[in-house]
């Protein structure tokens, strides 16, 4: 009796198609949550400095409106390797509530301006973030 021991080449080759596809399909599922993690670090990274961005650009603009009255602001500065541009337009312009003693109406003093901000580090840009910031 010739008894036979071990795997046929067909068994080997079998299980090693099964093993070089399981560990394709590891690689690229490590691949993608590698980069989806980057992604989120740096939007996290984005969003953390965006609230320090904003009480930036508001003294800035809070600053310019005390210095002189346009309807219009633009500014750029970085922080944190991100570069920023951001630019204030004036979409309302109010005063006050006339007194009763007054005869004549006052002038406008409260501005509403609406700010884009747009981030950019590298060559990557982010979306444009908006917010308004009342002034007086």
Known sequence: M???QGFTLIEVLIAAVILFS???IVADLYKASSFTANRITNKANFYQA???VISTI???IHQQVQERKLPE???QFS???IDY???AVRTSFKSRIRGADE???PSPQFGLYEVKVSAKRGQSTSEPLTFKVATW
């Open 2 to 4: 010739n008894k036979q």
């Open 79 to 81: 922080s944190g390797g």
């Open 85 to 87: 541009e951001w630019q």
């Open 58 to 60: 508001k003294a800035d």
């Open 22 to 24: 399981a560990l394709a």
């Open 50 to 52: 965006t609230t320090n």
């Open 103 to 105: 005869s004549f109406d």
């Open 73 to 75: 602001f633009t500014g």
